[in-house]
């Protein structure tokens, strides 16, 4: 099975709120998830995460935690999602490749539909 590594931003704000973005492509399009991507070889965890807010959101973060690494197994893949808490350091959080996104309060989580892996940590942050 295809083995892919991410990491995920768990961006809060000064009101104890989760930024989740909503994905506007592809077989999961419209599904919510925390915004990340990808790690490129010989990138660390922070870096790639810091990396990818920026190319998706233009915004600078502020890696405050290591948080959890969640193992999933998807249809056609197995995925490592290494889950970081953040904070806005700079910027707006433009959205360049979401086609949504929102402030959740804890109460709020259960409220969108979640990718799989991404559920897993929202039933641990509710």
């Known amino acids: 099975m295809k083995q892919i590594k991410v990491v995920a931003a768990i961006i809060h704000d000064n009101q104890g709120r989760i930024f989740a973005t909503q994905r506007g492509c592809g077989e999961w399009k419209d599904w ?9 070889v010989g990138e660390t965890a922070e870096e790639a995460l810091k990396r990818e807010i920026w190319e998706e959101l ?10 959890e690494t969640v193992e999933w197994d998807y249809p056609l893949f197995h995925l490592t999602m290494h889950c970081y808490l953040c904070h806005v350091e700079s910027g ?16 709020e ?4 539909n979640w990718l799989p892996a991404d559920w897993e940590l929202v039933r641990k942050l509710s």
């Open 58 to 67: 233009e915004t600078r973060i502020v890696v405050e935690r290591f948080v």
């Open 32 to 40: 919510w998830e925390f915004p990340g991507g990808k790690m490129e």
């Open 109 to 112: 989580l259960e409220s969108v």
């Open 92 to 107: 707006h959080l433009e959205l360049k490749e979401h086609e949504a996104a929102k402030w959740l309060n804890k109460d």
